[in-house]
Nanobody, 121 residues
């Protein structure tokens, strides 16, 4: 199986920054796409940003210009640099890996445990 371990969440003031990290493990040969999603209390989970193995990126309109997604393919790790944070960014942020090829098989839609990001004054 594939395990995604996230870190970097926390409490930050509006206008502040956080950097989230997510490392995938499990005898991985390749990961097609990785991304970040978020879910606020009482809300549905929404896409924040995705990045392919070739570093093609996609961002939600709400975070464009403020967030930057990147990945280290050699380490099977994806990052989310979040700048100019707003209270509406408050949510649990989930790491996703799609189309993961491992020694034991191929897996889709792998998810991390989520990390809390709270933006509040």
């Amino acid at each position: 199986q594939v395990q995604l371990v996230e870190s970097g969440g926390g409490l930050v003031q509006p206008g502040g920054s956080l950097r989230l990290s997510c490392a995938a493990s499990g005898s991985i040969f390749s990961i097609n796409a990785m991304g970040w999603y978020r879910q606020a209390p009482g809300k549905k989970r929404e896409l924040v940003a995705t990045i392919t193995r070739s570093s093609r990126t996609n961002y939600a309109d709400s975070v464009k210009g403020r967030f930057t997604i990147s990945r280290d393919n050699a380490k099977n790790t994806v990052f989310l640099q979040m700048n100019s944070l707003k209270p509406e960014d408050t949510a649990v942020y989930y790491c996703n890996a799609d189309d993961v090829v491992t020694a034991m098989g191929r897996y889709d839609d792998c998810w991390g445990q989520g990390t809390q990001v709270t933006v509040s004054s």
